[in-house]
């Protein structure tokens, strides 16, 4: 049985882990630098990694080709069949006209932009995470968020800001039980542990957020309602991954700190609207 060598460069951790990551500089020089369709950059990418597996470290070429054809197959299902899913149901949701009611629902919640941002790129981006990922709600929330009123560079800004907390839990927690199926760990404890650091980046993100939309002004004024959000998000999250179930973590805490946010606004409102 083939067992990986940590540092077949030189007895060395540091030029190991270089010579293991060309794969990904090889895919970002060609995407971003040589712009190269995505599919080919890819096939690059996987035939380089292929090389430094069976003679760099030294993999044999049967394992390394089973590998291979695990991650393809695995790329497609479930990755592959979420994305396409989601983009499905988005799409029919235009087509229906069913996307501009969930919009105007958002809009009558507040007409201040800075809550806005916080409840669809923060809860609603974050719902979006769970159950699609891979971008998909950096994408849906950056229209939404210029549909209603956002400068196009602001709402992107702000909806890929917001969709640093809940990534890790994206796509029904997929990060964490592919490392568990690579590394042969606990799924459980992988969860709890990522469910412990997790949090406390969510915590800040709806304050990030805000100061992003309207900067120090924003933060005077909407900090209550982005602490509300950021402080249930953080304690779901938690609680969730913990003791419940890890695909279920961010599903849990983007409801429980939009529906915090809904309550919390028919007792408090920010002194001035920003619009």
Same mark, same amino acid.
């Given at each position: 049985?083939?067992?990986?060598?940590?540092?077949?460069?030189?007895?060395? %951790?540091?030029?190991s /882990? +270089?010579?293991?990551?060309?794969?990904l500089?090889?895919?970002?020089v +060609?995407l971003?630098?040589?712009?190269?369709?995505?599919?080919?950059?890819?096939?690059?990418?996987?035939?380089?990694? %292929?090389?430094?597996?069976?003679?760099?470290?030294p993999?044999?070429?049967?394992p390394?080709?089973?590998?291979?054809?695990?991650?393809? =197959?695995?790329?497609?299902?479930?990755? %592959?069949?979420?994305?396409?899913?989601?983009?499905w149901i988005?799409?029919?949701?235009?087509?229906?006209?069913?996307?501009d009611v969930?919009?105007? /629902?958002f809009?009558r919640? /507040?007409?201040d932009?800075?809550?806005?941002g916080?409840?669809?790129?923060?809860?609603?981006?974050?719902?979006?995470?769970?159950?699609?990922?891979?971008?998909?709600?950096?994408?849906?929330?950056s229209?939404? %968020?210029?549909?209603?009123?956002?400068?196009?560079?602001?709402?992107?800004?702000v =909806?890929?800001?917001?969709?640093?907390?809940?990534?890790?839990?994206?796509?029904l927690?997929?990060p964490?039980t592919?490392l568990?199926?690579?590394?042969?760990?606990?799924?459980?404890?992988?969860?709890?542990?990522?469910?412990?650091?997790?949090p406390?980046?969510?915590?800040?993100?709806?304050? =990030?957020?805000?100061?992003?939309?309207?900067?120090?002004?924003?933060?005077r004024?909407?900090w209550? @309602?982005?602490?509300?959000?950021?402080?249930v998000?953080?304690? =779901?999250?938690?609680?969730?991954?913990n003791?419940?179930?890890a695909?279920?973590?961010?599903?849990v805490?983007?409801?429980?700190?939009?529906?915090?946010?809904?309550?919390?606004?028919?007792v408090?409102?920010?002194?001035?609207s920003? @619009?």
């Open positions: 049985m083939y067992r990986q060598i940590l540092d077949p460069v030189a007895g060395s %951790l540091l030029w /882990s +270089l010579v293991a990551a060309l794969p500089v090889v895919l970002f +060609l971003g630098l040589v712009r190269m369709t995505a599919w080919l950059a890819a096939l690059i990418s996987l035939a380089v990694s %292929l090389l430094v597996a069976i003679f760099v470290y993999m044999p070429a049967s390394a080709f089973l590998s291979a054809a695990e991650g393809a =197959a695995f790329g497609f299902f479930p990755i %592959l069949w979420i994305v396409i899913n989601a983009l988005y799409r029919m949701t235009v087509h229906t006209g069913h996307f969930l919009r105007r /629902s809009a919640v /507040s007409d932009q800075r809550i806005q916080v409840i669809i790129a923060f809860s609603f981006g974050a719902l979006l995470e769970a159950l699609a990922g891979f971008g998909t709600p950096v994408a849906i929330t229209v939404m %968020l210029i549909a209603l009123g956002f400068r196009p560079l602001k709402a992107a800004g =909806a890929l800001v917001a969709n640093t907390a809940p990534v890790a839990f994206g796509a927690a997929v964490i592919t568990a199926t690579v590394t042969g760990l606990p799924l459980h404890s992988l969860s709890s542990m990522v469910g412990r650091q997790t406390l980046l969510g915590v800040f993100v709806p304050l =990030a957020l805000v100061f992003i939309i309207d900067g120090r002004r924003g933060v004024q909407t209550p @309602a982005a602490m509300v959000c950021g402080l998000f953080a304690l =779901a999250q938690f609680a969730t991954s003791y419940v179930s695909p279920l973590t961010d599903i805490a983007s409801l429980l700190s939009a529906g915090a946010v809904v309550l919390f606004l028919r408090w409102r920010p002194a001035e920003y @619009a």
